[in-house]
């Protein structure tokens, strides 16, 4: 992704979300996957060069689109041969040792009818956002979100296309899907515990059904908690940063996962699977830059999937997940 000037060094984000939150002063902020650029927006209520939604709180009216085949067209898909090869790389870690859940991620040209404005006005998840139309995210995917003193986390692993019969115990007792869920819920606890002075698990291994233009798919998350020390309002900025990479997009151990991610997916991301978030002034809440639609210089559209590998994973099973990922959240 090529960077415009309204991007700044991330760790300016962190200096700035630090300095706000000391002062209760609402902003909205990003951080790219690589942890090199970001952005900044004070009083982003006020504002629409960034669009964005975080639960009920949003800056743009919403829009109602009939369902339109072209309103999301797959014109160039990644071949599974070149799939199958990235596959590979990281398999061949996996039997190193080198990590033990890893996200491989892929992109894959798209062609909209629509603004990329007009997709996040007219899609429903619990999270999105439009950035100067160079990106947008619609995601279902929380990072953290902190309030009066408790940091909760809701990690995403395990998708299974909610048409087929018997689909939520299916996923719920897939032992590939169960060994990958159960390593992201310890990597969060750990991470959480990083901050916390105890951490739980409030809730291990529920369903979300997500509606998408294409049917609905089944997704399983948890919620893990942890009790933050006073005054963690001072320090919003670290405690993000002390969390990045989100695990569920990268893997653990997170240090060798991030090399072979890097060699396996030959690019940087950028904000793709990076971190966005808003702050009101008393609570943060933020997600993970999932179901991620970039816009080139040039106009071309790429939307951006993946998902988790293990040393259980199937490749043609991940590829088809990959393309199951592309879709539109559209309201009705």
């Known amino acids: 992704m090529k960077y415009k000037g309204i991007y700044i060094k991330s760790q ?14 609402p902003f909205l902020f990003a951080i790219d996957f690589e942890m090199e650029n970001g952005f900044f927006v004070d009083d982003p209520l006020s504002q629409n060069d960034v669009l964005f939604r975080i639960g009920e709180t949003k800056n743009y009216k919403e829009l109602i689109l009939p369902q339109d085949d072209s309103l999301l067209q797959i014109k160039d898909l990644i071949p599974y041969g070149d799939y199958s090869e990235k596959y590979k790389a990281v398999t061949r870690g996996l039997m190193r040792g080198d990590t033990y859940l890893i996200n491989l991620t892929a992109k894959t040209e798209i062609e909209s009818t629509i603004s990329l404005q007009q997709i996040l006005k007219s899609t429903i998840s619990p999270f999105g956002i439009c950035a100067w139309d160079s990106f947008i995210s619609f995601s279902p995917e929380r990072f953290i979100r902190i309030e009066n003193g408790i940091i909760s986390s809701c ?3 395990g998708t299974i296309d909610a048409s087929i019969p018997g689909a939520s115990e299916i996923i719920l007792n897939d032992y590939k899907e169960s060994c990958e869920h159960n390593t992201i819920v310890d990597l969060i606890r750990n991470d959480i515990g990083k ?5 739980w698990v409030e809730r291990f291994r529920y369903i979300d059904n997500i509606k998408t233009d294409r049917g609905a798919i089944l ?4 919620d893990i908690r942890g009790e933050l020390p006073l005054g ?19 893997g653990a ?11 396996a997916e030959g690019e940087n991301r950028g904000f793709y699977t990076g971190v966005f978030g808003y702050f009101d002034g008393t609570m943060l809440d933020s997600a993970v830059l999932i179901r ?32 199951a990922k592309i879709y539109l959240p559209l309201k009705k």
């Open 12 to 25: 300016e984000v962190r200096r700035r979300m630090n300095d706000a939150g000391k002062v209760s002063r």
């Open 155 to 157: 990690p995403m692993k």
């Open 195 to 199: 901050v916390s002075e105890r951490v």
């Open 219 to 222: 997704q399983v998350s948890s």
């Open 232 to 250: 963690c309002k001072n320090n919003l900025g670290d405690i993000i940063f002390s969390m990045l990479p989100a695990g569920s997009v990268s």
């Open 253 to 263: 151990p997170k240090p060798s996962t991030l090399k072979l991610i890097s060699n």
């Open 292 to 323: 991620f639609i970039e816009k080139m210089a040039d106009g071309t559209l790429f939307y951006h999937s993946g998902g988790g590998i293990t040393v259980n994973s199937r490749c043609k099973e991940e590829y088809e997940e990959l393309i």
